[in-house]
């Protein structure tokens, strides 16, 4: 049975986070390792690598070659995608903080430079051992960055599709209903698309905060109790309706206007004709 974990971020929203399996991540690493490999084979055919290697300059050159295929280019990925090399975003994993936050610099340098002896020196032995042996499946790494591995692949989402609650529609249609700020409409909308996804405790608090935003802008209030996102859904369906309709007619007006002001005066002859 797969194990969820909470995590309330910066900003207060629930996170459930799934640890990544040991297999993803292995394949994931095996992917990293194929790509690093490319890296290091396109350098050292440019560069006389091998003809050095029995100079001091060569020898210096290839410990510095190394550092950065093994420690310096795996974590500049892992800071500049916020946890995710190309092996994860294949495997759908991505490393985040303890806490559920986006990693730094700092967390990405400390798992690349114990990754060199775990991962690289021993072939991912510790790595494994260590990760075998706790819940999250951290390697050492991990526990000294302190960050762990999750899933982030989501489900294929059906088409969202915005309409009114039918119980709602005789009362919505007739309740006046003010212009409210685009960003409220937009997580109004983020939010129903996204509320079967959510943790219920973070989808109940957020819906209710929308529905006290939103119904500044309604009069009367619903004649009846109502759920949090019918309310939403219905207030903001019937919005965007009425904000067509103006839309519509405001166009027809401007094509109508146009059109009478190309017309030529009477007795005037079209040349196009």
């Given at each position: 049975?797969?194990?969820?974990?909470?995590?309330?971020?910066?900003?207060?929203?629930?996170?459930?986070?799934?640890?990544?399996?040991?297999?993803?991540?292995?394949?994931?690493?095996?992917?990293?390792?194929?790509?690093?490999?490319?890296?290091?084979?396109?350098?050292?055919?440019?560069?006389?690598?091998?003809?050095?290697?029995?100079?001091?300059?060569?020898?210096?050159?290839?410990?510095?070659?190394?550092?950065?295929?093994?420690?310096?280019?795996?974590?500049?990925?892992?800071?500049?995608?916020?946890?995710?090399?190309?092996?994860?975003?294949?495997m759908g994993t991505q490393i985040i903080r303890d806490d559920g936050g986006p990693i730094s610099a700092r967390h990405a340098?400390?798992?690349?430079?114990?990754?060199?002896?775990?991962?690289?020196?021993?072939?991912?032995?510790?790595?494994?051992?260590?990760?075998?042996?706790?819940?999250?499946?951290?390697?050492?790494?991990?526990?000294?960055?302190?960050?762990?591995?999750?899933?982030?692949?989501?489900?294929?989402?059906?088409?969202?599709?915005?309409?009114?609650?039918?119980?709602?529609?005789?009362?919505?249609?007739?309740?006046?209903?003010?212009?409210?700020?685009?960003?409220?409409?937009?997580?109004?909308?983020?939010?129903?698309?996204?509320?079967?996804?959510?943790?219920?405790?973070?989808?109940?608090?957020?819906?209710?905060?929308?529905?006290?935003?939103?119904?500044?802008?309604?009069?009367?209030?619903?004649?009846?109790?109502?759920?949090?996102?019918?309310?939403?859904?219905?207030?903001v369906a019937e919005r965007a309706r009425r904000e067509i309709i103006v839309e519509n007619r405001r166009s027809q007006r401007?094509?109508?206007?146009?059109?009478?002001?190309?017309?030529?005066?009477?007795?005037?002859?079209?040349?196009?004709?």
């Amino acid at each position: 049975m797969a194990v969820y974990e909470q995590h309330i971020i910066g900003e207060g929203v629930i996170l459930d986070s799934r640890p990544a399996s040991f297999m993803s991540r292995g394949l994931g690493w095996l992917i990293d390792i194929c790509v690093l490999f490319l890296v290091f084979l396109a350098i050292s055919r440019f560069t006389p690598l091998f003809e050095w290697m029995s100079s001091s300059a060569g020898s210096a050159f290839a410990i510095a070659l190394l550092a950065f295929i093994t420690v310096i280019l795996p974590a500049c990925i892992e800071t500049l995608s916020r946890g995710r090399s190309l092996g994860k975003w294949a495997m759908g994993t991505q490393i985040i903080r303890d806490d559920g936050g986006p990693i730094s610099a700092r967390h990405a340098f400390i798992r690349a430079s114990v990754g060199l002896g775990e991962l690289w020196l021993t072939l991912g032995c510790v790595a494994l051992f260590s990760s075998l042996f706790n819940n999250r499946g951290k390697r050492l790494g991990d526990f000294l960055a302190g960050t762990y591995a999750v899933r982030v692949r989501v489900p294929k989402r059906t088409r969202f599709t915005l309409q009114p609650t039918p119980a709602l529609t005789p009362w919505v249609s007739q309740a006046e209903i003010s212009k409210f700020p685009d960003g409220l409409a937009l997580s109004a909308r983020q939010f129903l698309s996204k509320a079967g996804s959510m943790h219920p405790g973070s989808r109940a608090a957020t819906g209710n905060e929308l529905v006290a935003a939103l119904s500044r802008f309604v009069q009367p209030q619903p004649p009846f109790p109502v759920a949090p996102e019918d309310f939403i859904a219905s207030v903001v369906a019937e919005r965007a309706r009425r904000e067509i309709i103006v839309e519509n007619r405001r166009s027809q007006r401007k094509n109508s206007l146009q059109h009478t002001l190309e017309k030529l005066p009477l007795g005037i002859e079209n040349p196009e004709n």
